[in-house]
């Protein structure tokens, strides 16, 4: 039964300080895996004031200054304003990296070892991962999420772009939705506070957000007389970013999937190399849920996928369709079973994982306004090339 209810969803620009923690991890993601794929990484950033601490453990053949990578992540950010205490050219740098566990790499390398009982490439660690799709929107996502992603690109185009000048890194959105029977009726809120140079007044930010995002990218029909806009509603938003707040990578899962709107298994996707099983299994989840959805199989669809460390099959799989397939469920995990493979190494390879170039897919690309719904041909879990054989499958 269809029921009548308000849901919010919120973005960040990669000038909040979390997510300058993630940009900086799947840097460091991307340094090491352009000259060795097989390098394994785990990178957490820590960010405060005018400090970088990484932590975590790194087993790569690429060489390249650390320092460097996280200077480059930072200029690409913006943080290079005089106003602002954490910038590019002068930042403290504390590097807390070293090696992967052997006990670790052991369960995750493609042979065998005493106790393991296969030879295969296991999962880098237990876990359950989820990926989630719905057809209210283009992209297959929930659209309080798809809205609050659009009015943060759009603001971070107005910085970069140089049409706002007094925009600085650091803001968020959020966009609250009324749904009727599985439908968006209306927007009823939406927020932005952005992070200002301090001779800008509130009521110029306010217009300029209203008119140049709020009223230019959502649509017109959903946003009426009644709908609340707050635009730093603080009054004032000049010390931001890592000056602000301490930042830290993953803690901004819910911004990276799906809104709270899907569930989510816990762990973080930036700074992973795709061994970990809470990035590349997730990113398999979304693209199996996406191509579900796109044939016709179901109008909502969520699947769960678990592992345990160093075996190379989940334990579990299972798909809800909230009572909107159009086939037996049972008969959709038979199909998915027969299309896609979820052995870890299976996952990279279909995927494409490995691959990474500056031109090409690469992680760093994936960390701002979601890792799912984006519009780019190097995000093979966002292509619906298994419809066909979904349905020839059933």
């Known amino acids: 039964m269809s029921r009548e209810f308000s849901f919010s969803s919120e973005s960040v620009t990669e000038g909040h300080p979390d997510k300058v923690a993630d940009t900086i991890s799947d840097y460091i993601v991307d340094r090491c895996m352009e000259n060795d794929p097989e390098s394994r990484v785990a990178c957490e950033t820590l960010v405060k004031d005018n400090m970088v ?3 975590g453990e790194v087993t790569t053949n690429s ?3 650390y320092q460097s990578a996280v200077r480059e992540a930072i200029q690409k950010i913006g943080y290079t304003n005089d106003d602002c205490k954490f910038n590019a050219d002068s930042f403290l740098f504390v590097n807390a990296l070293s090696q992967q566990s052997g006990d670790i790499a052991q369960g995750v390398d493609n042979n065998g070892a005493e106790g393991k009982g296969h030879e295969e490439q296991g999962a880098g660690d237990q876990g359950l991962m989820f990926g989630y799709a719905s057809d209210e929107t283009p992209e297959l996502m929930p659209a309080p999420v798809s809205y609050a992603h659009q009015l943060g ?5 107005l910085r970069k772009d140089g049409e706002l000048s007094w925009l600085r890194p650091d803001s968020k959105t959020q ?3 009324e749904y009727a029977n599985d439908r968006v009726q209306r927007i009823n809120a939406v927020v932005i506070s952005t992070q200002h140079a301090d001779s800008v007044s509130h009521a110029e930010i306010k217009q300029a957000m209203t008119d140049l995002v709020i009223r230019k990218l959502l649509p ?3 946003v009426d007389n009644d709908t609340e806009i707050l635009v730093n509603p603080t009054g004032r938003f000049v010390v931001g970013g890592p000056e602000g707040d301490c930042g830290l990578t993953g803690r901004k899962i819910i911004v990276d999937t799906y809104g709270g709107m899907g569930r989510h298994g816990g762990g973080a996707f930036s700074g992973k190399d795709p061994s970990k099983v809470d990035r590349s299994a997730a990113y398999m989840c979304r693209w199996v849920a996406k191509n579900i959805v796109a044939a016709g199989l179901a109008k909502r669809c969520e699947l769960q996928l678990a592992y345990a460390i160093g075996h190379p099959l989940p334990v579990s799989l299972d798909i809800n ?3 909107t397939s159009s086939v037996d469920e049972a008969k959709i995990i038979a ?4 299309v896609f493979s979820f ?4 996952i990279v390879s279909q995927l494409g994982l490995k691959t990474v170039s500056a031109t090409g897919f690469n992680y760093a690309n994936t960390t701002n306004y979601g890792h799912f719904g984006r519009e780019d041909s190097h995000l093979a879990w966002e292509v619906c090339d298994k419809v066909d054989a979904l349905k020839a499958a059933l």
């Open 53 to 55: 601490v990484l932590a």
């Open 63 to 65: 060489d390249f200054n």
């Open 153 to 157: 690109r759009e603001v971070t185009r």
């Open 175 to 177: 966009v609250s939705c």
């Open 220 to 222: 017109a029909e959903l």
């Open 321 to 323: 369709a909230f009572g």
């Open 335 to 338: 199909a998915v079973n027969a």
């Open 343 to 346: 052995k870890p190494a299976d």
